[in-house]
Nanobody, 120 residues
Framework: QGQLDESGGGLVQAGSSLRLTCAAS????????MAWYRQAPGKEREIVAS?????????YATYFVKHRFTILRDNANNTLYLQMNSLEPEDTAMYYC????????????WGPGTQVTVSS
């Protein structure tokens, strides 16, 4: 079993920064490619950024995300981060972490997520 606990979200003004933290337990994140996902109300969950097990390969869903966000992993502490700068209202969503399974099974149960709300 694997569990996740996301934190670091909040209500901020456009242009602000947030650092999201994903604390994993039950499974070592070093065994998996990991990713941040987000889901806005009425929309399906989408991937935001992914990082390979070693951190060598990183992908961002869009150029707009890549320009502003950075995904980081600390395997020693079983923690995943998402540094978000220059936030915009379109970033408003519930943010989750999990393995990057490319549509296949996830290796962790979904955590509670952390809400990011950006006002204009």
């Amino acid at each position: 079993q694997g569990q996740l606990d996301e934190s670091g979200g909040g209500l901020v003004q456009a242009g602000s920064s947030l650092r999201l933290t994903c604390a994993a337990s039950g499974r070592n994140i070093s065994d998996y490619n990991m990713a941040w996902y987000r889901q806005a109300p009425g929309k399906e969950r989408e991937i935001v950024a992914s990082i390979s097990w070693s951190g060598a390969n990183i992908n961002y869903a869009t150029y707009f995300v890549k320009h502003r966000f950075t995904i980081l992993r600390d395997n020693a502490n079983n923690t995943l981060y998402l540094q978000m700068n220059s936030l915009e209202p379109e970033d408003t969503a519930m943010y989750y972490c999990n393995s990057d399974s490319h549509g296949g099974p996830y290796y962790y149960n979904w955590g509670p997520g952390t809400q990011v709300t950006v006002s204009s």
